[in-house]
């Protein structure tokens, strides 16, 4: 069974530092990895996919890595702004991809201080 | 509109009652999951179906069931709620094809009391 770790579980960082998320999983075989935002009492958001094919992913300020072979995905954040504070979860999906096979960590709770 | 519109947001009840929690999307996916989210426990998925036939149980499906009443209709029931029911619960969506292929999108959730 898939174990997904996020490490730390909280995090708090003043303004404009660029910082990374940690993301860790115990099967190799992922098929892709997501990385969600979660604001609270919201639902989550989907940031960014990467398939097991693929090494990393980009969406504005936002990096997303993936290593499987150290079971690690990391989520750099640059140039932090308060508007970012909120819950990085991520998740990793094993057979076929669908959500039937994916496994979420706790998260990693960010703030970023004005 | 949200593209996953979960009802009630919000639903405190006493044990034993039955409680329906309801999703609909207009994502036109096929592909639609019930997760519960617990503080420390993370998001564990309770059902899911791929279509309208085909229903499945998740992780932690025991005193759940579930209703695909069409493509875009996916709702949760608990028969006889009790406390430790007490969570946020998440509708999602997705679909295996295209640019966005498994990327999940979830419902704003519905937040349930079980008294």
């Known amino acids: 069974k898939q174990e997904v770790t996020q490490i730390p579980a909280a995090l708090s960082v003043p303004e404009g530092e660029n910082l990374v998320l940690n993301c860790s999983f115990t099967d190799s075989a992922i098929y892709n990895l997501q990385w969600f935002r979660q604001d609270p009492g919201k639902g989550l958001t989907s940031l960014l996919l990467i398939q097991s094919s693929q090494r990393e992913q980009t969406s504005g300020r936002l990096n997303a890595s993936l290593d499987k072979s150290s079971g690690r995905s990391t989520l750099y954040i640059a140039a932090s702004q308060p508007g970012d504070s909120a819950t990085y979860l991520c998740a990793g999906a094993l057979r076929g991809g669908g959500a039937d096979g994916l ?3 706790k998260g ?3 703030i970023i201080q004005p | 509109d949200a593209d996953v519109t979960q009802t009630p947001r919000n639903r405190i009840t006493k044990t034993g009652k039955r409680i329906m929690l309801e999703c609909s999307q207009t994502k036109g996916h096929d592909r ?10 993370g998001l564990r998925l309770i059902y899911y179906s791929f279509d309208v036939k ?3 149980k998740g992780e932690i499906s025991d005193g759940y069931s579930v209703s695909r009443q069409a493509q875009a209709k996916f709702s949760l029931s608990l028969e006889s709620a009790i ?3 007490t969570a946020l619960y998440f509708c999602a969506t997705s679909d295996p094809r295209g640019p966005g292929a498994n ?13």
Do not use: E, K
């Open chain 2, 32 to 41: 639609m999951y019930w997760y519960r989210q617990d503080p420390g426990l």
């Open chain 2, 54 to 56: 085909d229903i499945n």
């Open chain 1, 108 to 110: 990693t709770h960010l």
């Open chain 1, 103 to 105: 496994t979420f960590g």
């Open chain 2, 83 to 85: 406390p430790n029911q």
């Open chain 2, 103 to 115: 990327v999940l999108t979830f419902g704003a959730g519905s937040r349930l009391t079980v008294l």
